[in-house]
């Protein structure tokens, strides 16, 4: 294991953000972690690949994630005025994943309370009307994409009802989502191929922004039992939330809740069509879900990597760290660590599944356990209800995301779709 900056490394940055790697990234990823720990053309960008060091940082107290802990500036926040358009700070910066405590405690536990497993089960038979709903209009269509068609309406639906978003909004934010997520993917100081328009970046961060202020206002006129009415009391009854906290959290919500949970209710779709003996229990025995959605969390994780920012000294095997640095961990290649994991290129869901799919530490991901049940209602559903599904291309395109990485769609055949009633 080497950390000196060698000729292959930057071959491995441009690797990641090339959208030619972008349906199977695992053999570059592979090649990364065989490498260990790599610092950026010898600059202030460490990447890592291991399980035992993206654990680790993760749950390091040093690893913070507020810019202001960089000693580079960091991606793209446009804070000056961009062809007209207004300056702007991304909403998503003042979000609390991108908060350090005391800030990210006080909003995390204002939010969690809407995220306990118990809640969450509460939503099942919603949830569940709402995948039948999807794959009904799939049968009237007579045809079925998986992406557009099943893992996406069933979460933004969701999570539009959580936060009290009219449904009829929903391809604004669509738009506005897709955009905005792309700030999370890392950026080569070189080359711009690939990278959203900021202009365009900045019109969508803030139109999201008016939409919600506009959406707050009216919910001060005339509160709901939704989650944004909620937040809005917080804010009220004293100093629990800023205005621009509570703009941020929304914006974070509403991304983070379904921007991920699509990618994974198709990565789990293809990983059953190419094991279909799995499939084939999925269909007779409801609980096999659950396995299933773990095992894919590991070998196609939604969320590729997390940043963060060592904001003193870090000592990991092989790799000192300075304060000021930025740590990018992939945690999907740390999913497929040989050390941890026998056989990692297989899927297998009766394994034992330490992944780190949803994070570690503080900023574990608030919205597991909703995602999880989302999963695994889509699949369930899915299983029972459409026969003999087949793959309607050799591959299927993916959207050129490398952070929130999925298939931009997964058209199928199939022979029928049964009716939400007789699926047994
Ligand atoms: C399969 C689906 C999902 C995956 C793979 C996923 C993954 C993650 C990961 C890896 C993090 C940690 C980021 C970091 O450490 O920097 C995270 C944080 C977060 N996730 Fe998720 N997520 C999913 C679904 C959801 C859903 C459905 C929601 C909400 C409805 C949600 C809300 C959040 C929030 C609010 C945070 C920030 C937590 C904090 O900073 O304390 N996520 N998620």
């Known amino acids: 294991m080497t950390t000196a900056p060698s000729p292959a490394t930057p071959g491995f940055f441009a ?15 592979d090649r990364m972690r065989e490498h260990g720990p790599v610092r950026l053309g010898g600059g202030p960008v460490v990447v890592l690949t291991s399980y035992r060091d993206c654990a680790a940082v993760l749950r390091h107290p040093a690893a913070v994630v507020e810019r202001r802990h960089a000693s580079l ?13 207004r300056a702007a700070e991304l909403t998503g910066t003042n979000s ?21 497993p118990a809640v969450v089960r509460g939503m099942t038979p919603r949830i569940t009307a709402i995948a039948d709903g999807a794959l009904d ?11 557009a068609d099943l893992a996406y309406p069933l979460p933004i639906t969701v999570i539009c009802e959580l936060l009290g978003v ?23 100081g070189k080359s711009t191929t690939g990278r959203p328009d900021p202009v365009e970046l900045v019109r969508a ?10 959406l707050a206002r009216e919910r001060r006129r005339r509160p709901s039992d939704d989650l944004l009415s909620a937040l809005i009391r917080a804010e009220e009854s004293g100093d629990a939330l ?19 949970t699509v990618n994974l209710i198709a990565n789990a779709t293809l990983a059953l069509l190419g094991h279909r003996h799995h499939l084939a229990i999925l269909r007779t025995a409801g609980a096999f879900a659950a396995p299933v959605i773990e095992e894919t969390l590991r070998y196609d994780p939604p969320v590729q990597l997390v940043p963060r920012i060592a904001r003193d000294p870090i000592a990991l095997p092989g790799i000192e760290i300075a304060a000021g640095d930025m740590i990018v961990m992939l945690l999907a290649a740390a999913n497929r660590d040989p050390e941890v994991f026998a056989e990692p290129g297989r899927f297998d869901p009766a394994r034992e599944n330490r992944h780190l799919a949803f994070g570690l530490g503080q900023h574990f991901c608030l919205g597991a356990p909703l995602a999880r049940l989302e999963a695994d209602i889509a699949l369930t559903r899915f299983a029972r209800r459409v026969r003999e599904p087949r793959l309607d291309c050799e591959r299927p395109p993916y959207r050129e995301h490398v952070t929130l990485r999925g298939p931009a769609a997964i058209p199928l055949s199939y022979t029928g779709i049964l009716p ?5």
């Open 15 to 29: 690797g990641l953000l090339d959208p030619a790697n972008r349906a199977d990234p695992y053999p570059l990823y």
């Open 73 to 85: 500036p960091l991606g793209p926040t446009p804070t000056h005025d961009l062809a007209g358009e």
């Open 96 to 116: 609390f994943l991108f908060r350090d405590a005391p800030d990210h405690t006080r909003l995390r536990r204002l939010v969690a309370k809407a995220f306990t």
């Open 137 to 147: 209009r799939a049968a009237e269509r007579g045809r079925l994409d998986v992406v």
């Open 166 to 188: 009219p449904l009829e909004d929903e391809p604004r934010l669509r738009q506005w989502s897709s955009m905005l997520a792309r700030t999370l993917d890392p950026v080569s």
């Open 205 to 214: 961060n803030n139109e999201l922004h008016d939409y919600f202020e506009q």
């Open 242 to 260: 800023t205005h621009e906290e509570l703009i941020a959290t929304c914006g974070l919500l509403l991304i983070a809740g379904h921007e991920t």
């Open 420 to 424: 939400a009633s007789g699926d047994s």
